[in-house]
């Protein structure tokens, strides 16, 4: 695959049969799950900080967040290639997935997609009533996204919404009930995935011309630069409105705690913008991939702040 990590285990250790479904996915580009995880846990452990409880089920909520985010990431992945298999197969970047290349048929593709949804509504069953309903609701934003390209310049909404929905769900795993410091929390996510999924998107924009699908790369062109400067201000800004609403009356230093995390993930995207260059692909790939440690940074800080 033309964007895979070089030397993945898939292509290394997968017994051969396997490796186009694991392709399907993305398990060879596992950045897509980092990104699809980490606002779960971020929901968490802001919860866990506005609460101050945590028990061995918030250890299961953390787990089978990572699982369940392997799981949908693949049903979505491939989910929306069997809907994008005419676009793909015109674009270089992606000829050659599994479906326009001819690994897979539309029919295997929708039975490993029927597989991996099952498994992870399974693991959805064990959360709390609430976030069940939530996680049912999140196949809504999930099966529109891969249409939003053919009707909207703002595909990378759609594509927040989807993402992020585990902010929302994993803090009410925790507490039972969605509350608004998670909305915000969940709104933060969104302009993030604003800023990195136009990133990913210049690396198509010629071929997406070509072939008339929309998005926010082709949309700000050479502007790109300033629109991520504003989705980097609303993603601190909203962050800290968030982390302030959860925050305990009274403790300092968990607020403090918290507060750098959106203050180091800003800086992180700083570091990106002043190495972004919009028409050379392996830069723009490589600063995508980088926001997987953007996003860890608030982890890191929620989770010492829980301890404090």
């Known amino acids: 695959m033309a964007d895979a990590v070089k030397g993945n285990w898939v292509d290394k250790y997968a017994p051969r049969w396997t490796r186009p479904y694991l392709r399907l996915s ?14 779960c846990w ?3 452990f802001l919860a866990m900080v506005m609460d101050g409880q945590a028990s061995l089920y918030d250890a299961w909520i953390f787990v089978g967040c990572g699982i369940g985010a392997v799981l949908m990431r693949g049903a979505g992945c491939t989910w929306n290639d069997i809907t994008d298999r005419d676009f793909d197969g015109s674009v270089a970047r992606t000829a050659s997935r599994p479906i326009p290349s001819g690994q897979v048929t539309v029919k295997q593709a929708l039975i490993w997609l029927v597989l991996q949804a099952l498994v992870s509504f399974a693991i959805l069953l064990t959360f709390k009533p609430m976030a069940i309903v939530l996680g049912i609701v999140a ?12 009707f909207t310049w703002w595909p990378q909404v759609f594509l927040g919404i ?3 929905w585990g902010a929302l769900l994993a803090w009410t795993a925790h507490t039972g009930s969605l509350q608004w410091p998670a ?18 998107a210049h690396q198509d924009k010629e071929d997406d011309a070509l072939i008339g699908v929309k998005s926010t790369a082709r ?9 991520l400067r504003w989705f980097l201000v609303i993603t601190v800004t909203l962050m800290g409105v968030a982390i302030i609403l959860a925050a305990p009356s009274g403790e300092i230093l968990q607020l403090v705690l918290c507060l750098i995390g959106p203050w180091a993930m800003g800086w992180h995207m700083v570091w990106q913008l002043n190495r972004l260059e ?6 723009l790939l490589m600063l995508f991939r980088s926001n997987r440690d953007a996003g860890l940074l608030p982890v890191l800080f929620f989770a010492v ?3 404090a």
């Open 183 to 200: 909305v915000v929390l969940y709104v933060a996510g969104m302009s993030w995935t604003l800023f990195y999924d136009t990133i990913y």
């Open 278 to 283: 919009l028409n050379d692909t392996n830069r």
């Open 139 to 150: 196949l809504v934003p999930v099966a529109i996204y891969p249409f939003a390209k053919r």
């Open 305 to 307: 702040a829980c301890l």
């Open 219 to 227: 949309l700000f062109g050479d502007a790109t630069p300033k629109w």
């Open 162 to 164: 989807a993402f992020n």
């Open 42 to 44: 971020w929901g968490l």
């Open 26 to 39: 993305r398990a060879d580009r596992p950045i897509g799950t980092w990104l699809l995880l980490l606002p």
